[in-house]
């Protein structure tokens, strides 16, 4: 029997979109039919408050924030050729698999950990506000939007870095903690870690631009650190395993072995810490999947923002939104999975309240209706226009420890 491959969906350039109104193609007209997308009475509408829209985003938004998203211009699937994710199964039983990401991860971690929220996310907290907006599902794993506007409901369809969750008791540990544990276990790692953060090299995703600023890298694009290879890395054992091992399943308890500085040691049969992500080949939780559906179900109208909808888990929300005939906006620079099917039955004269369609960088549009959107309402408190924090940053590293 043939060995079957899973393959990351749609890596080749989408075809590029029709913008839906015509008009929408500059940022006034871009303002002024989102406007309408947003504030038009429905009626339908199962709110006393109102029509409420739900979000869909992704990797899009945060380009502003220095992260590199997947299919744009720049995104890791164009610019690094050798990109290649860690699959669920291959993470679950290969200790060598999991010595080379965490590895990676370790290098990468830096990047994420210091990059913020950007205009985009902050001008959602607005739009939530403004009682626009009452619900995001989110396709990103950056934790952004929860610290931007922590208290709109999100949904994280395919989980958050910020912990890391035991694969046998699925008990949860902050990220920056597991960071300490891998450089106390992995000095050297953690002596290039400082050496190469202040060499700019980790500033690039681009592997030539790395390797000009002394970064060493294989064919692979794994960084080669001559005496400190990724067979010697090591990760530590979830410390409750550790204490207090899992029932194996036959009524005896699972072992969990670590070496003399608390490194997992493969004759464990328990105890493997995986990211909080939900990885190629990983299913995403029934939870997560009946929370997001319900979002949809519940809301009036779906913005989808800077995602091209490429993961099926996201596609078949804003499907399910247009099989439930609600108005749907797509804002991303680039095509979008299908998305002719979300506009086919638009009256070609609405000029946005039916839907729209347009490539114009988040971080530039939000911002733009936010404003536009408070001049037209006088029910809401101006806010602050320090909630606009853009941060100019360099491209990441931090797709390394993804999916
Ligand atoms: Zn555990």
Same mark, same amino acid.
């Given at each position: 029997m043939r060995k079957s491959y899973m393959r990351i969906p749609y890596t080749d350039v989408l075809a590029a979109p029709t913008i839906i109104?015509?008009?929408?193609?500059?940022l006034s007209g871009a303002v002024a039919a989102l406007h309408e997308f947003l504030a038009a009475p429905l009626s339908?509408?199962?709110?006393e408050a109102g029509p409420s829209t739900a979000l869909l985003t992704g990797a899009g938004i945060s380009v502003a924030s220095g992260l590199a998203d997947y299919r744009? /211009?720049?995104?890791t699937y164009r610019v690094n050729k050798t990109y290649r994710p860690v699959y669920y199964h291959e993470f679950l039983h290969n200790h060598e698999a999991r010595k080379r990401y965490w590895a990676r991860s370790f290098i990468g971690w830096n990047t994420l950990h210091k990059a913020k929220p950007n205009a985009t996310h902050f001008a959602i907290k607005q739009l939530n506000d403004l009682g626009l907006v009452r619900s995001v599902i989110t396709?990103?794993?950056?934790?952004f939007h929860s610290q931007a506007h922590p208290n709109l409901p999100i949904v994280e369809l395919h989980g958050y870095l910020r912990s890391c969750v035991c694969t046998s008791c699925h008990e949860e540990l902050p990220r920056d903690d597991f960071q300490n544990e891998l450089a106390r276990l992995n000095p050297a790692w953690a002596a290039f870690l400082q050496e190469i953060l202040a060499s700019g090299a980790?500033? /690039?995703?681009n592997p030539d631009e790395r390797r000009a600023k002394g970064m060493k890298t294989n064919p692979d694009g794994d960084v080669d650190l001559p005496g400190a290879p990724y067979t010697l890395f090591r990760y530590p054992a979830c410390p409750r395993c550790l204490t207090n091992p899992p029932p194996a399943g036959d009524g005896t308890r699972a072992t969990v072995v670590v070496d003399s500085d608390g490194a997992w040691n493969p004759t464990s049969t328990a105890g493997i810490l995986k990211p909080a992500v939900v990885m190629f080949g990983e299913s995403i939780r029934p939870s997560v999947k009946i929370a997001a559906e319900t979002m949809i179900n519940d809301a009036d109208r779906l913005l989808v923002l800077g995602?091209?909808?490429?993961?099926y888990s996201a596609w078949r929300l804003a499907k399910q939104a247009k099989d439930q005939k609600k108005p749907i906006a797509i804002v991303n620079i680039g095509g979008v999975r299908g998305e002719d099917t979300f506009f086919?039955?638009?009256?070609?004269?609405?000029?946005?309240?039916?839907g729209a369609r347009v490539e114009i960088s988040t971080d530039e549009l939000l911002p733009a209706l936010v404003d536009r959107l408070k001049l037209s309402s006088t029910a809401h408190p101006a806010h602050e226009a320090s909630d606009y924090i853009l941060e100019a940053r360099g491209a990441s590293v931090f797709k390394d420890m993804l999916s």
């Open positions: 109104p015509k008009s929408a193609a500059a339908s509408s199962s709110s744009g /211009t720049n995104g396709q990103n794993v950056d934790s980790l500033d /690039t995703e995602t091209s909808l490429a993961t086919v039955d638009l009256d070609p004269d609405q000029t946005g309240h039916q």
